[in-house]
């Protein structure tokens, strides 16, 4: 009994070991203090980065498979010329690069209420995934299953996460600008707990957006006359930010499966290469 | 195997390399960046002389000293005052000892026999306070030479003010420079960064304001001169001589009244009695009014001393508690000359770190006590 409860366990764990080790990360993170965060910030960017990059590079060359197969003739070279080589590799570079550290950015700035939202929504991911799954694995060949789910698992449970993250946004406390000046608001409720360095840095510039954020919001609601257009930009940043903060955290999660899958790939290779 | 894991098989690595590759080329520059901004948006910043030494600071750690200088200037008075408070009490301990010690003397005097007739026909011929006033300033304050000490006192007074001032303000400078020295900005261009020159601005503080501490010690020498003069005389004798021996002879008064009154009486009844007979009357009524005065002059004496050594212990605690009343005073006006001096030093220190940083031309937001 002991032992199947175990093996089922570790059936559990080594299915959901990527959500696991993705939330036990940004938990982690979330908790440091500022001086080790700020010297464990290379690590913990490169490895962000590159979970992002596995997952959306997937997507992407999948895409451009997709693509070239529709058109392309099986025997042409071009399918290795077309199939997304190193530009490809540095855009999704990039973009991960930037992602990762918003990630980091506001996980570091993030009000513990946000984690239960953060949990609920993995779990839900992980339901949609199976689900997803087995709806799929039917009519899928195979050798795609896993990477058709994850390229559809990305919208649905990115938006859900960025509806829940803006709901929490309005319903928590924001601190009150109405009246000061923008520049007032930032210098007052700015924190200098961060520290001098570079993540300081960041931290003050993200608490500097979410501040200008709530400030456009309050300011453009209470004085009428200063216009929709501050109500807008308002709007605006606090739903590009929690978006992409979802986004980068959805990301993470596919890119956490990726590589375990890009892994297990590996190991299967070896196995079949070596006897 | 697959396709698809066959390209990824072998990347895995490189792009692991490149993402570490262009996530610390990004920090570099980013880091790089962000100490530049930095420079370039840092507060401006200054070179305060403190304690004979320049230090460099940023336009913050100047508005934190210029915090912390002025809560210390602020504590000037209390340091001052824990300062001087010890030796002031045992400076007039010493002064006023002669004083006290001379109170027993006197009183042996204000209860002999000669000193109790001589009281008693002052009383009865003329102003008792006056004459008692003069006494307490010949037998009591000038034999104790209260008023030499009380100057001296007050010479010193104002010399040792100096002196503790200056050590005071020498060690607000020279706490400033030990709390400051290690917080120092690194300036490429020294000599360019405004100056402000807060130990001229300590010593002005000081010089400026020697006549004006001469002032303030003389002011109080006024009082101490007054305490130790005349008015104290007149407080000594108010106070003792009216509870006292006053208070006696306001007993005695009436019945003095009452005696002359008999005897008066006595020769006007004799006077009336004789009235007819002329002048022989006039001579019956005075011999009747003298046999009367010199029956007073035996039973009243006795009363007098048997009274008076009733009062003595009482008269010795009044003159000491109006020595003690009076110490406070002079105490309590030296006490404000030295505040007032103080105040008075708070307000040049600001005048002169005002003008310190009005010369340097210190933007506002960063002057040290505001903008005035």
Known sequence: ?275 | MTSMAEPLRRVPAAYWGLTLLLVLTLMLALGYGYRQLQERSEAPLFRVVVNGEALILDGETHAALGQELSVLSGQLDLHLRDEMQPWLDARLDTAFAPLEAAIPEYLDWHFSLRGSYLRLAVALGGDLDEWLEAQLNERLLERSNIAAALEELEADFGARLIEVQQRVVGEIGSTLQTRYAPRQAAARNEDELPTIDLDLALEGMLQGRWDEARWGAAGAGGVVGFAAGRALTQRLVAGTAMQGSRALMARIAPRLGMHAARSVGTGAATTAATAPSGPMALLAGTAATAVALAGFAGTEYALLKAEESRYRDDMHAELELELTRARAEVRQALEAAASDWTQSLERSLQQGIHDAEEAAQVPTQYRILGSR
């Not at chain 1, 997803?132 to 990477?147: F, T």
């Not at chain 1, 109405?178 to 931290?203: D, K, N």
Request: charged content about 15%; some cysteine.
């Open chain 1, 1 to 275: 009994m002991a032992k199947r409860l175990s093996a089922r366990w570790r059936q559990v764990l080594g299915r959901h070991g990527p959500v696991i080790c993705v939330a036990s990360f940004m938990g982690l993170w979330a908790l440091l203090g500022p001086g080790v965060a700020a010297t464990l910030l290379l690590p913990a960017w490169v490895i962000a980065a590159q979970l992002i990059f596995v997952g959306s590079f997937e997507a992407a060359r999948l895409r451009r498979r997709a693509w070239l197969g529709q058109y392309l003739d099986s025997a042409s070279p071009w399918h290795r010329w077309l199939r997304g080589g190193l530009l490809m590799a540095l855009w999704h570079q990039g973009l991960a690069i930037l992602l990762a550290l918003l990630l980091l950015v506001k996980l570091r700035l993030l009000p513990p209420v946000y984690w239960p939202v953060l949990l609920l929504s993995l779990v839900t991911l992980v339901l949609v995934q199976q689900l997803l799954r087995r709806q799929l694995q039917r009519h899928v060949i195979d050798e795609y299953v896993a990477a058709l789910v994850r390229r559809l698992l990305v919208w649905p449970a990115g938006t859900l996460l960025a509806l829940l993250l803006v709901l929490t946004a309005l319903w928590l406390p924001q601190p009150y600008l109405v009246g000061l000046g923008w520049e007032e608001a930032v210098i007052r409720h700015t924190s200098t707990t961060a520290g001098g360095g570079l993540l300081g840095a960041f931290e003050r510039f993200g608490q500097a957006l979410e501040l200008t954020q709530y400030w456009a919001m309050q300011n453009a609601l209470e004085r009428h006359g200063l216009g929709q257009g501050l109500a807008v930009f308002g709007w605006f940043l606090l739903l590009l930010s929690q978006s992409a903060f979802a986004w980068a955290v959805v990301r993470l999660t596919v890119g956490a499966d990726a590589l375990r899958d890009t892994l297990g790939h590996l190991r299967n290779a070896e196995r079949k290469d070596a006897p």
